[in-house]
Nanobody, 128 residues
């Protein structure tokens, strides 16, 4: 079973910064795309930032300059640095990835299959 575990959410004051982390676990063969989405109360889930399958980054236009996505390839982890936070950034932040997985006991030559995986979400609350 492949899972994504987020951390770093919490209560912050407007203008402050916060860093979210996402680390996968399980029998992972490859990660083809990985990023962050968020869902504010009463709104649809939206893309925040991601690493595409080609390795480039993609940001929501409204967040460019304040939010930065980064990764640690050795840990298969991604991070979201959020600066100058605003009350409208209050949301549940979800990690999302397209993962190739395997089901045997040993690392194979090819993955068993591919899954789109979501984390459980981490709440960021920005107070004014």
């Amino acid at each position: 079973q492949v899972q994504l575990v987020e951390s770093g959410g919490g209560l912050v004051q407007a203008g402050e910064s916060r860093r979210l982390s996402c680390t996968p676990s399980g029998r992972i063969f490859s990660i083809n795309r990985m990023g962050w989405y968020r869902q504010a109360p009463g709104k649809q889930r939206e893309l925040v930032a991601e690493f595409t399958s080609s390795g480039s980054t993609n940001y929501a236009d409204s967040l460019k300059g304040r939010f930065t996505i980064s990764r640690d390839n050795a840990k298969n982890s991604v991070y979201l640095q959020m600066n100058s936070l605003k009350p409208e950034d209050t949301a549940v932040y979800y990690c999302n990835a397209d993962i190739g997985y395997y089901s045997g006991s040993y690392y194979p030559l090819e993955p068993t299959g591919y899954l789109e995986v979501w984390g459980q979400g981490t709440l960021v609350t920005v107070s004014s």
